[in-house]
């Protein structure tokens, strides 16, 4: 027996009578004539192989098939119903969990003042977090397994959104005790440094900082790349090495890493910092919630 050659309207039928214990009153209750219940009753007793009611008197009385399916249809209609249905967005109330992508930077920057953001609004939902590789490998924005993501990526493929959420300054950094804290570092001096590049994903990072280097004149050695802010934070914390971090990362950790900004003609990479979803949630009155919260979060109204 296979449900897809059943016509879900039979069911509804079959529910009414079972209910109504009448075909006139399930006919009344549903809108429709006595004859068109008996034809849809016709189809079922051929398709389940019983005759699931009987007459009786006036009305009708289910067999033994059919008191057993009563309750399993019932609910089984109740619980469509409810699926089907458009219902309101509580925050107070929602249990769904939210996910979002953002990168090590943004996780350590902005996650914990957001995360009590949330407590706050939405006590009972759950929250993911995922990095921006893993976002890229779901499928980015169409992925399924992915609310929205924050991040420096402008993708204009058709079905996504994007709206701004802030913009981002870099800075060079360097242990305190790094030869070249403290002084001003000329463009010479600086082109003998050796940098931590990060990668947060293939292809995905801070890509415009060697055309920056480049358009300033300045040669920039890379020793080694990693596939996080933090990772490069804590290299330049423990080598000569240099890293270039964003600014609002490098406020959050500087005293625990013991960095120093270093004073040099290090070009400046300014970026955007996005909200990304796709059309998939456009419409969900949860996931529009979410996104306003996201926004709120970065002062957005």
């Given at each position: 027996?296979?449900?897809?050659?059943?016509?879900?309207?039979?069911?509804?039928?079959?529910?009414?009578?079972?209910?109504?214990?009448?075909?006139?009153?399930?006919?009344?209750?549903?809108?429709?004539?006595?004859?068109?219940?008996?034809?849809?009753?016709?189809?079922?007793?051929?398709?389940?192989?019983?005759?699931?009611?009987?007459?009786?008197?006036?009305?009708?009385?289910?067999?033994?098939?059919?008191l057993?399916?009563?309750?399993?249809?019932?609910?089984?209609?109740?619980?469509?119903?409810?699926?089907?249905?458009?219902?309101?967005?509580?925050?107070?109330?929602?249990?769904?969990?939210?996910?979002?992508?953002?990168?090590?930077a943004?996780?350590?920057?902005?996650?914990?003042?957001?995360?009590r953001?949330?407590?706050?609004?939405?006590?009972?939902?759950?929250?993911?977090?995922?990095?921006?590789?893993?976002?890229?490998?779901?499928?980015?924005?169409?992925?399924?397994e992915?609310?929205?993501?924050?991040?420096?990526?402008?993708?204009?493929?058709?079905?996504?959104?994007?709206?701004?959420?802030r913009?981002?300054?870099?800075?060079?950094?360097?242990?305190?005790?790094?030869?070249?804290?403290?002084?001003?570092?000329?463009?010479?001096?600086?082109?003998?440094?050796?940098?931590v590049?990060?990668?947060?994903?293939?292809?995905?990072?801070?890509?415009?900082?060697?055309?920056?280097?480049?358009?300033?004149?300045?040669?920039?050695?890379?020793?080694?790349?990693?596939?996080?802010f933090?990772?490069?934070?804590?290299?330049?914390?423990?080598?000569?090495?240099?890293?270039?971090?964003?600014?609002?990362?490098?406020?959050?950790?500087?005293?625990?890493?013991?960095?120093?900004?270093?004073?040099?003609?290090?070009?400046?990479?300014?970026?955007?910092?996005?909200?990304?979803?796709?059309?998939?949630?456009?419409?969900?009155?949860?996931?529009?919630?979410?996104?306003?919260?996201?926004?709120?979060?970065?002062?957005?109204?």
């Open positions: 027996m296979s449900l897809t050659h059943i016509d879900l309207n039979l069911l509804v039928t079959l529910d009414a009578v079972l209910t109504e214990g009448s075909v006139a009153r399930a006919a009344e209750r549903l809108h429709v004539t006595p004859s068109a219940v008996s034809n849809a009753l016709a189809r079922l007793r051929t398709f389940i192989g019983d005759p699931l009611v009987v007459r009786s008197g006036r009305g009708v009385v289910a067999t033994p098939r059919g057993e399916l009563a309750p399993a249809l019932k609910s089984a209609l109740e619980e469509l119903k409810r699926a089907v249905q458009s219902q309101a967005f509580d925050p107070a109330t929602t249990t769904r969990q939210f996910t979002i992508a953002v990168s090590d943004g996780q350590i920057s902005w996650l914990p003042a957001f995360g953001l949330m407590s706050s609004e939405m006590p009972r939902a759950r929250l993911r977090i995922v990095g921006i590789d893993t976002y890229l490998s779901l499928g980015g924005p169409p992925s399924t992915v609310d929205v993501a924050i991040a420096a990526i402008e993708d204009t493929a058709p079905g996504v959104h994007i709206s701004p959420l913009s981002e300054t870099s800075v060079l950094v360097a242990r305190r005790s790094h030869p070249s804290a403290g002084e001003r570092i000329t463009k010479a001096r600086l082109s003998k440094l050796e940098h590049e990060v990668q947060v994903a293939p292809g995905r990072g801070y890509r415009g900082l060697a055309r920056l280097y480049a358009d300033a004149g300045i040669e920039r050695h890379v020793a080694m790349t990693v596939p996080s933090v990772a490069a934070a804590a290299v330049a914390a423990e080598t000569d090495f240099v890293a270039t971090l964003p600014a609002n990362l490098v406020d959050v950790f500087q005293e625990q890493f013991g960095l120093s900004v270093l004073k040099a003609p290090a070009p400046t990479l300014k970026t955007a910092v996005n909200l990304i979803w796709h059309d998939r949630t456009n419409d969900d009155p949860a996931s529009r919630a979410f996104r306003l919260l996201i926004g709120r979060s970065f002062g957005r109204s």
